[in-house]
T-cell receptor, first 113, second 116 residues
Framework: QQQVKQSPQSLIVQKGGISIINCAYE??????FPWYQQFPGKGPALLIA?????SEKKEGRFTISFNKSAKQFSLHIMDSQPGDSATYFC????????????FGRGTSLIVHP | GAGVSQSPSNKVTEKGKDVELRCDPI?????LYWYRQSLGQGLEFLIY????????KSGLPSDRFSAERTGGSVSTLTIQRTQQEDSAVYLCASSFTTSLLGNEQFFGPGTRLTVL
């Protein structure tokens, strides 16, 4: 049973466009939602994270939008650049539980110059 | 001061052989995690260690998989009698504590395991 559903599986965007990746979860115990960025041959790296007490968090060109009632959260990459081409993973953590993140299956983003 | 390191970076083995994968976490990090990443799949949790507590082995897919962490630092993931379906990238991560709220989980570059 996939606890965090991520879509789309792949995404192609033109330089300067907006990349949007969506995730949905079922477990209401999740209370921390990090996004990871992974370049080929590298391990994932934390990009941005949000807690459910806010509906949006922005860091530079990256924004997380969070909808607690719908149990959905999304990553928006504004002014997408070729250097943003990577695989993006959303995750969810229940801080009252084991702290083990549950990851989505990832989105492969390609930004064309 | 380096990040999480893993060795070897690549490992090719024959079906039925045993393999050992090594992880050196960031100094001072008490929590250590092992994940498996298969092509087109997300990160599959395998096992985690927190200090001197008993490890959480709930993600290990079979009894052919085991891991240990010596002295609260270096960890070794062992896969016995490897099968072709074990082929994947094995990632190690560490964090200052198991609380990810404000404590980033740092990943190593992974070991790519190929079982022929």
């Amino acid at each position: 049973q996939q606890q965090v559903k991520q879509s789309p599986q792949s995404l192609i965007v033109q330089k300067g466009g907006i990349s949007i990746i969506n995730c949905a979860y079922e477990n209401t115990a999740f209370d921390y939602f990090p996004w990871y960025q992974q370049f080929p041959g590298k391990g994932p790296a934390l990009l941005i994270a949000i807690r459910p007490d806010v509906s949006e968090k922005k860091e530079g060109r990256f924004t997380i939008s969070f909808n607690k009632s719908a149990k959905q959260f999304s990553l928006h990459i504004m002014d997408s650049q070729p250097g943003d081409s990577a695989t993006y993973f959303c995750a969810a953590v229940a801080s009252g539980g084991s702290y083990i993140p549950t990851f989505g299956r990832g989105t492969s983003l390609i930004v064309h110059p | 001061g380096a990040g999480v390191s893993q060795s070897p970076s690549n490992k090719v083995t024959e079906k039925g052989k045993d393999v050992e994968l090594r992880c050196d976490p960031i100094s001072g990090h008490t929590a250590l995690y092992w994940y498996r990443q298969s092509l087109g799949q997300g990160l599959e949790f395998l096992i985690y260690f927190q200090g001197n507590s008993a490890p959480d082995k709930s993600g290990l897919p079979s009894d052919r998989f085991s891991a240990e962490r010596t002295g609260g630092s270096v960890s070794t993931l062992t896969i016995q009698r490897t099968q072709q379906e074990d082929s994947a990238v094995y990632l190690c991560a560490s964090s200052f504590t198991t609380s990810l709220l404000g404590n980033e989980q740092f990943f190593g570059p992974g070991t790519r395991l190929t079982v022929l």
